[in-house]
Each structure stands twice: as structure tokens, then as C-alpha cells.
């Protein structure tokens, strides 16, 4: 079936630093793909969408390209900062049945 | 995100008890989800609806019960069967389509006494 594979956290990196968060994927077919953040005790919130390859979702400051020849969707930010701390979430959906499938998820962490 | 309602923030079930936890939306969309977060984990399906009267199961759907009566309302019952049900629980609501994304609510964190 549909998977996300996700880089294992935990993430630390120094305020205004760089950040990629890797995600890969296997679907069969052409899934959407999301980009979720969670801050603690609290729902997900959408970050960012690519529905076709190629397709570049950006809000934010973070920014993922549909990567079809690779089956990515890494998620960068140029600078972080420490608000950013929280927990991401890649996930592709499944055409078929309209569900989402989602990686494990990488908790991030920027210190000031 | 605003226009979806989960209820209660905390739950607390004794051994042998059904709980249900309630989520409410006015987003007017059809299609609504059930997700289990455990620590460290991503998100599993529970069920979920995409249509008033109709509902499926996802992937851990043993232990669970939902109903749809309404189009705002997609209650989940933890029953006494579920043998593991300390967890964070996620309802989602769909815009439709598979290119569309899923909103959630804030969540209910549910503790076994």
C-alpha cells in the first residue's frame, strides 16, 4: 500500500540556521502531497500542498517541491526560527479512497 | 482550525467504560475522520465518513464505533473492547477530493483512571 517515510528526528538546529526535512513516498498513481505542523497539545495545521509533479508548495518561509523522478518532498526553510519548533508532518493522499497516509513525523527543535 | 469542535480536551475512562468523544464542524463539508496519534508516531485512521448515514473503517478501526447522523457530527465511541485507548485523538474534515487537504481539530487526549 500507500507509505511516507519520513527523516527521524529528533531535529535541533541554532536559530537562522537551514533546515531539510526529508520525505519520501511510495503510491501508486499520482497522490497529492501535504506538508503538516503540530505545535504541543495541539491539532495539525496544513503548511503546505503540491497536487502534480513539479508543482512547488511554499508558505511561510517553507517551501517543498513535488519531486516525481524521485518520489520527494522535502520540506526547507532558508532560516529558522525558534517558533518554528514543533512537529512535521509529510503525508500523501490516497486518490482512491480520499484518505491520508502520513510519516512518522520530525519533531524540530531551534535554539535561540 | 476554527470551524472544527473536538470535545472533550480531557477524557478519563475506567476500566470496562464506553467513551465517546465529539466532534462538531461548520465547515459545511461532507467528509469527516477519525485519527490516532500515539507518542512518536504519525497518525493512524480510526473510520471515516464522506457522506451523512455512511461511514468506513480505516486502518484500526477494532475497539471504535462511529456514527453520522448528521452532517456537523461524527462522534467516536471507545468501547470497553479497546484494550489500548490511551492515546491523542484526531477528527479531521475533508474538503473534498483527493487534491484538497484535511483540517483538525485540536484534539482529545484520552488517560485510562
Known amino acids: 500500500g500507500d507509505s511516507v517515510t519520513q527523516m527521524e528526528g529528533p531535529v535541533t538546529l541554532s536559530e537562522e540556521a537551514f533546515l531539510t526535512i526529508n520525505c519520501t513516498y511510495t503510491?501508486?498513481?499520482?497522490?497529492?502531497l501535504f506538508w503538516y505542523v503540530q505545535y504541543p497539545g495541539e491539532g495539525l495545521q496544513l503548511l503546505l500542498k503540491a497536487t502534480k509533479a513539479d508543482d512547488k508548495g511554499s508558505n511561510k518561509g517553507f517551501e517543498a517541491t513535488y519531486r516525481k523522478e524521485t518520489t520527494s518532498f522535502h520540506l526547507e526553510k532558508g532560516s529558522v526560527q525558534v517558533s518554528d519548533s514543533a512537529v512535521y508532518f509529510c503525508?500523501?493522499?490516497?486518490?482512491?479512497?480520499?484518505?491520508?497516509?502520513f510519516g512518522q513525523g520530525t519533531r524540530l527543535t531551534i535554539n535561540p | 482550525d476554527g470551524g472544527i469542535t473536538q470535545s472533550p480536551k480531557y477524557l478519563f475512562r475506567k476500566e470496562g467504560q464506553n467513551v465517546t468523544l465529539s466532534c462538531e464542524q461548520n465547515l459545511n463539508h461532507d467528509a469527516m475522520y477519525w485519527y490516532r496519534q500515539d507518542p512518536g508516531q504519525g497518525l493512524r485512521l480510526i473510520y471515516y465518513?464522506?457522506?451523512?448515514?455512511?461511514?468506513q473503517k480505516g486502518d484500526i478501526a477494532e475497539g471504535y464505533s462511529v456514527s453520522r447522523e448528521k452532517k456537523e457530527s461524527f462522534p467516536l465511541t471507545v468501547t470497553s473492547a479497546q484494550k489500548n485507548p490511551t492515546a491523542f485523538y484526531l477528527c479531521a474534515v475533508g474538503e473534498g477530493g483527493s487534491n484538497q487537504p484535511q483540517h483538525f481539530g485540536d484534539g482529545t487526549r484520552l488517560s485510562i483512571l
Open positions: 503510491a501508486t498513481g499520482y497522490p497529492s
Open positions: 503525508a500523501l493522499s490516497d486518490r482512491g479512497a480520499q484518505k491520508l497516509v
Open positions: 465518513s464522506q457522506i451523512v448515514n455512511d461511514f
